[in-house]
């Protein structure tokens, strides 16, 4: 056969070819108590048992210097009505801003951590650092996920989100995102 009719992508790009990702917002706070949001697209489930999600940030940021400090963060699940404050809380630090009081979002409680809960998210997954790992120019953060709670109308009774209530982001690359189609597939075998 021969060579595909393919466009070449510069490897500082060829990581837009494993997006849409899974747009995700987290909640930290340093030892003051002061908290922060940082948007990120590189979030993933790792294990089961124990239950443990990854999140890859870049040192630079400052949320990264906050989930070295106190080792706890909340991985909240936004939707399409939050994409403007999803934009905002992945374009301005929160070294010298009030993220939660800028992006209109709501502080509240977390059961197990000190970082509080973004309210308006659907589901939240409060996590304590399991471990970290030096990944190139970003870091890899286990969270061993110890409460996890979803809005009750955004679950269906299987236990997967409804789709139609819960409209998830999904970052494209640069200022684009996209939602799902609520539609779901079985494949046939
Ligand atoms: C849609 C989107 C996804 C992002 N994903 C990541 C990511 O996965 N890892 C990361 O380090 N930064 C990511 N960023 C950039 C940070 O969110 C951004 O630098 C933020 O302002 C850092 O905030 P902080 O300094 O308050 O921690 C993303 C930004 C956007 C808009």
Redesign the pocket.
Known sequence: MREKNVVNVGLSNSVRLVHPMH?VLVSCAGKDGKP????????MPTSISPPLVA????PR????SLIEETGEFVVNIPTIELLDA??Y???????SRD?FKEAGLTPMPARKVKPPIIAECVAHLECKLYGKFPTGD?TIFVGEVVEAYANKDCLSETGSYNLEKARMIF?LGGDL?ATLEPKIYKPKT
């Open positions: 747009t922060n949001i940082i948007t990120l697209a590189w979030a999140v890859s940030i870049a940021r400052y949320s990264h999803t934009f809380c992945g374009i301005v630090s929160g070294r993220k970003h970052h995102f």
